[in-house]
């Protein structure tokens, strides 16, 4: 038989020119048994893709159950909203408040969830993304309870404050942290866990709408809002399986912590090591970067040009988010329902279970969707959907009348806003906000989003009612409609496309060919002195 240049550990056989094929000859028969060294190899190579397949199923699971868990605090916001639309109604009726102050209590949780906002940046730079998490809980339970046992409008006044708070630390800090622990590749998709929680919220709140609705007037709604206190227990199990954020973590030089975190969330080992020295680069953890001497604050308040594009970016998605109107139709959805002809109030509570299983329901496309067609494809369905709906739900209330045709437009346009929104503008807006901004000034950045977003809900939810009085239910959803058609301009001209890169690649899609080539010689400067250290 011929000979194969293929090595083998043999067993001192003799081939047939007499050279021995033992473990130092390189030759080998071609009849011989089959080669163990390769088999050896082959099963290792097996062996190991077996591994690493375990390995990426854990990490997987690991970093959804992170998702999950730091989306909870959402519920809490989607419950208060979904509940206050029924409940304000036995509210009124129990102890008999005026039009302003039904207006006032539904709006003050989001003018007051600003504060909340602005201190959860600052806190979680200091105590961490995860106590702020877990404080955000503590203070909206204190507000739901003080709600619930509520003798008069002043106590529950109280109430609305403290949930306020807490909601404010919660909306701000769920998407950075969630942003701060996924991979890049499912980074969009579960980032938006905090809005598919929020839908969830409401849906709950709708369903204890309809649910208690039968109760006297003086109980009812009093159960609606304690039904809120429950998801605290989970909050506070999830504590205990959630990590720390790896970049806040690396903000603090606390390196072997934040490579032990990046261990866990992510698949590939061997990538852990280059994520930590891009976080490294990106914190400026060597003391080498350009703001050393200067504070977050002023850094936000003087912000460079490409800081100062993010800031549009960031805060102005942020506002159209909630001046195109979705917190009107969320939270005044028995009254649209009212005044499209349906007077049965448990019809009316029923039509609006009917818009919180839409809602849901399409934030799940938007989690399909977001990371395989990107954010901006999402954003354009999304603003010019709502804009259509929007119009023809104006074009309902001033023109349909009060007829069953009217009352089935006004329900298909009310759920087809919301679908539009959950699909797009709802998610992507805290996906962007979370992953747009430098590391070093990321929370407090991202703070500043939701203090416009909370901000601008609270003006629609304190003057719909007010505005809806004075030029008709039908003509503010003309209004809503024309600045929905603004947000599909400002996606066009001051939106990026994020889907697929990292956190620290998305910063120099915001800077100038001046500002690239000034941020390379300093990230070169960095890794030197990472590398040195």
Not at 522 to 528: F, R
Request: charged share 15%; hydrophobic share 45%.
């Amino acid at each position: 038989m011929g000979l194969v240049g293929v090595p083998e550990i043999g067993n001192g056989e003799m081939g047939m020119s007499g050279i021995p094929l033992g473990t130092k000859n390189k030759y080998k028969r071609m009849d011989s048994e089959p080669e163990v060294e390769l088999t050896e190899e082959y099963e290792d190579g097996a062996s190991r893709h077996h591994l690493q397949q375990i390995r990426s199923k854990k990490t997987r699971k690991y970093v959804l159950a992170c998702a999950i868990f730091a989306s909870l605090n959402s519920v809490l916001l989607g419950y208060d909203v979904g509940v206050m639309s029924g409940a304000i109604i036995f509210i009124q009726e129990d102890l008999k408040i005026t039009e302003v102050q039904e207006e006032v209590l539904v709006g003050i949780l989001s003018i007051v969830s600003l504060f909340g906002s602005l201190a959860g940046g600052k806190t979680s730079d200091i105590i961490g993304r995860k106590w702020t998490m877990a404080l955000a809980a503590v203070v909206f339970q204190a507000g739901a309870a003080t709600m619930t046992l509520a003798p008069s409008f002043e106590i529950l006044m109280i109430g609305r404050l403290f949930a306020g708070v807490g909601i404010g630390f919660g909306v701000m800090i769920a998407p950075v942290y969630i942003a701060e622990i996924s991979p890049t590749i499912d980074r969009g998709s579960l980032t938006s866990f905090p809005e598919i929680f929020i839908n969830l919220g409401i849906l709950l709140g709708y369903v204890s709408n309809y649910a208690f609705s039968g109760l006297p007037a003086h109980i009812n709604w009093r159960i609606m809002l304690a039904v809120g206190i429950t998801p605290s227990i989970f909050i506070g199990f999830a504590l205990f399986v959630i990590p720390e954020s790896p970049r806040w973590l690396v903000l603090q030089n606390r390196i072997d912590e934040a490579r032990s975190v990046l261990m866990k969330t992510n698949e590939n080992e061997s990538e852990v090591e280059d994520r930590l020295n891009e976080i490294l680069a990106a914190a400026d953890n060597s003391s080498a970067g350009k703001y050393e001497e200067k504070s977050v604050t002023s850094e936000l308040m003087n912000p460079s040009p490409s800081l100062r594009r993010m800031l549009i970016t960031g805060f102005g998605i942020q506002c159209f988010q909630q001046i195109t109107g979705i917190d009107a139709t969320v939270y005044y959805s028995p009254e649209i329902f009212q005044e499209a002809g349906i007077k049965n109030k448990q019809n009316v509570l029923a039509a609006t279970v009917a818009v919180g299983v839409t809602k849901t329901v399409f934030i799940m496309v938007a989690i399909l969707l977001i990371d395989k067609l990107g954010r901006k494809p999402l954003l354009y369905v999304s603003t010019i959907g709502m804009t259509i709906c929007l119009f023809s739900l104006g074009f309902t209330l001033s023109v349909l009348g009060k007829g069953q045709f009217g009352v089935a437009m006004a329900i298909l346009s009310v759920c087809g806003n919301v679908a539009f929104f959950s699909v797009g503008i709802g998610p992507v807006c805290w996906v962007l906000t979370s992953e747009i901004f430098p590391l070093r000034v990321r929370a407090q950045a991202a703070a500043l989003g939701a203090v416009g977003n909370r901000v601008c809900s609270g003006l629609v939810a304190m003057s719909f009612l007010s505005v809806s009085n004075a030029i008709s239910f039908g003509g503010t959803f003309f209004i809503f409609s024309a600045v929905a058609a603004l947000s599909v301009v400002f996606v066009y001209t001051c939106v990026p496309e994020t889907k697929g890169k990292s956190l620290e690649q998305i910063e120099l899609l915001f800077q100038t060919e001046h500002d690239q080539k000034g941020g390379q010689v300093e990230l070169g400067d960095v890794e030197h002195l990472v590398q040195k250290g």
